[in-house]
């Protein structure tokens, strides 16, 4: 290619990444900051190769030619000045940006090849570089090559492809957020819906055998009994609990207990429900104060401040971002007061997207006010907003926040253990599930119209007599029903015996349609890839792998008040008495934290005695958890239980058992030992050529006469035999 020709194809392609970053600009209503500088004189380029010690490669000497670098190519991302690559600048741009991979060869971990690139380009976001070889290539560097291009050239046809593709993409986003918008999509998704649930509630128990009582919790003993609390008075201060500084209004807030609503929606809400939302937010909470509001976005950006939060002029400014969300967060603090805010979290949302994984996930509307707020209020609103959104489900009552602080975590994990009707305020772990079922029965209860209809059918929205007046029924016009408990809501105190029996009666009746799993996709990153580690709420529930027992606390207290953590501590205290084990004082030593570590320690606590009473009920507790050595632990069982001549046992494990079979394939051998001890050759056949498959020794299989059944089958001898 001429040198003509070059230019040519340069001026092309930067008008073309200029005209795509402009249509982005737009779209979200801001000025483009990307700008590619003017052209740089020759002796400054001859300067910059000199500093370099290299003669440029003729696309991008060109370039240079044509812009003196560009501030902002792309997101974070700026190629270098002549000045800049020649160190003559007063930032020292070169040199701060080649710092980390100085310090990677020094570890020798920069490929030969790239030893001598050049930087041309580096982030201000992350360590993302653009090097440039000897041979022309352009390689973007983030910890290691994650790109190679040709020459210059390719690399700015590469960047204008990509432009075009997440303009493409934003578009389709955008699309895909007005379609959510059309009665007929919804109703398609709700139909479906209610297919869902009948099944589900197909071989549900109908609502005579709803009426037998969760046994409730003791009360602690009059003369030690705690006093009362209000759900106000539940704070964490900077200080510590219940330490507030003089001015509690200027007091940095922990933790503490609001008001909640959370809705869960059926599709993304419109422009006009946004408008119907925020009307009713207002009219049931008209305070005064200052109006904070920010649109919803896959990331955070500056809040914006209003006066007057009954002026809507802002909503105009809502618009769906590059990535499909869509909402408003709009907050009303009163005199300055951060436990005097009034919130209303509206948000559109598209599928979860990791690790090539697409999982819906409900879109959901979230009000918060202080603890002490009218709750005929929030029972009002409630109605609207049921009557204005696509509620799907939703549940309102106390909820305890925090700033996400260790100790502050500690603090609200004790609440729950002692306030049974307290919940945890955190939402994005359920959207996944409240897509389709629900989350929680709660001072009020909030059935969308398919869920009710599904519960209706098969009589489950009726109570025993003894809640007669307590719990009410409100069947709204769109199809819904709201479940109310009670005039306001409680903290269900059981230190006090106020285990709150009205609310674990709503919990049975909504039991079979309970969410599922916890599960939220973390945001910290590294090379650009993003982990998703949370299957718990709070980290403290993680610690007790209490999440599930919290879910079904008000059917189930005895579970989450001595949670899988305590009850395998106990576990490691009776095994360390009985058989002299080091494991309980290695984990006390270790602090005690990492469940999965608990779980492990537990299964090496059992193995000097795999086949006793104790250790097989170690087993047993160890094998229910996807944790720690779940697949040697299941395998010990499987032994223990055949050594122990408990087939029908074994049988009963076998299921759960099998699924680890490709991890510990020596499990299929104990689990083929109880298949044949049952009489059932083919499934113990199976196991062989499954043991075989993984790479277990068949010579084992061969020499065991508990196998020895087995050998009259076809293909046995010829599975067993050496190769």
């Not at 305890?400 to 100790?407: K, Q, V």
């Not at 009710?452 to 069947?475: H, M």
Request: net charge negative; hydrophobic share 40%; proline share 6%.
């Amino acid at each position: 290619m001429s040198s003509s020709e070059v230019d040519s194809r340069i001026d092309e392609l930067v008008a073309a990444i200029i005209a795509e970053q402009d249509i982005e600009a737009r779209r979200n209503g801001w000025d483009r900051d990307s700008e590619p500088r003017a052209p740089a004189p020759e002796d400054e380029i001859v300067a910059a190769e000199s500093a370099r010690g290299r003669s440029f490669p003729q696309p991008y000497r060109c370039f240079l030619a044509r812009h003196d670098g560009w501030q902002y190519q792309s997101a974070g991302l700026s190629l270098f000045s002549c000045a800049e690559l020649a160190g003559t600048d007063e930032e020292q741009l070169y040199e701060i940006a080649r710092e980390p991979l100085e310090d990677l060869r020094a570890d020798g971990e920069v490929p030969d090849e790239l030893d001598q690139a050049m930087l041309i380009g580096a982030s201000e976001n992350d360590a993302t570089l653009i090097l440039l070889l000897e041979s022309g290539e352009v390689v973007d560097w983030l910890y290691e090559q994650t790109d190679r291009f040709e020459d210059f050239i390719d690399y700015l046809e590469h960047h204008r492809t990509e432009l075009v593709s997440e303009n493409a993409a934003s578009d389709a986003a955008r699309a895909r957020v007005g379609a959510e918008w059309e009665p007929a999509l919804r109703a398609e998704r709700d139909a479906a819906l209610l297919t869902e649930l009948r099944s589900v509630l197909a071989d549900a128990k109908t609502g005579t055998a709803l009426e037998a009582v969760t046994t409730p919790p003791d009360a602690a003993p009059a003369d030690s009994m705690p006093p009362a609390c209000t759900a106000r008075s539940l704070v964490v201060h900077a200080g510590g609990e219940d330490e507030a500084d003089e001015d509690e209004a200027e007091s940095e807030i922990g933790a503490e207990v609001s008001l909640r609503l959370v809705l869960y929606l059926g599709a993304q809400p419109s422009p006009a429900e946004i408008e119907a939302a925020y009307r009713a937010f207002r009219q049931a909470f008209p305070v005064a104060g200052e109006l904070t509001w920010m649109p919803a976005h896959q990331y955070c950006f500056p809040e914006e401040t209003d006066a007057d939060p009954d002026v809507l002029d802002f909503l105009a400014d809502l618009a769906p971002d590059d990535s499909g969300h869509f909402g408003l967060r709009a907050m009303v603090t009163v005199d300055g007061d951060p436990r005097c805010r009034y919130t209303l979290n509206l948000r559109g949302l598209p599928p979860e997207q990791h690790d090539d994984e697409h999982r819906a996930r409900a879109s959901f509307c979230e009000v918060l006010v202080p603890a002490d707020a009218s709750a005929e209020a929030m029972a009002a609103l409630t109605r609207a907003l049921v009557e204005c959104l696509p509620v799907r489900s939703g549940h309102a009552g106390f909820a305890a926040y925090s700033d996400a602080e260790e100790p502050s975590n500690d603090v609200i994990f004790g609440w729950c253990r002692r306030f049974f009707a307290l919940d945890v305020g955190l939402i994005d772990g359920w959207l996944s599930s409240a897509h389709h079922r629900l989350r929680n029965a709660a001072w009020l209860t909030i059935l969308g119209p398919g869920f009710a209809t599904a519960l209706d059918e098969v009589g489950r929205l009726s109570f025993a007599p003894q809640f007669e007046g307590e719990i009410v029924l409100d069947r709204t016009s769109s199809g819904s029903v709201i479940v109310r408990t009670g005039v306001a809501p409680v903290l269900g105190d059981i230190a006090r015996g106020e285990f709150p029996a009205a609310l674990a009666a709503v919990d049975r009746m909504i039991e079979p349609l309970h969410c599922g799993t916890y599960y939220q996709p973390g945001m910290f990153s590294a090379g650009g890839i993003y982990f998703s580690t949370l299957s718990e709420e709070l980290a403290p529930f993680a610690g007790h792998h209490a999440t599930a027992g919290f879910v079904r606390r008000l059917i189930e207290p005895r579970a989450f008040l001595c949670t899988p953590r305590e009850q395998a501590e106990a576990l490691l205290g009776r095994l360390a008495a009985e058989f002299d084990s080091k494991e309980l004082a290695a984990w006390q030593e270790d602090g005690g934290q990492d469940f999965s570590t608990l779980m492990r320690l537990l299964y090496n606590a059992t193995c000097a005695h795999p086949t006793s009473d104790l250790a097989v009920e170690a087993l047993e507790f160890a094998g229910r958890y996807d944790t720690g050595a779940v697949e040697l632990a299941m395998n010990n069982l499987l032994y223990a239980l055949f050594a122990r001549r408990e087939i029908e046992r074994g049988l009963a494990v076998m299921p759960r058992a099998l699924t680890y079979a490709e991890k510990d394939p020596p499990l299929l051998h104990n689990a083929a030992c109880i298949y044949v001890a049952a009489g059932q050759l083919e499934p113990a056949l199976e196991c062989v050529r499954l043991a075989k498959q993984y790479g277990y020794d068949v010579a084992k299989l061969r020499a065991d006469d508990d196998l020895a059944p087995l050998r009259a089958l076809p293909g046995y001898l010829e599975l067993v035999s050496a190769e």
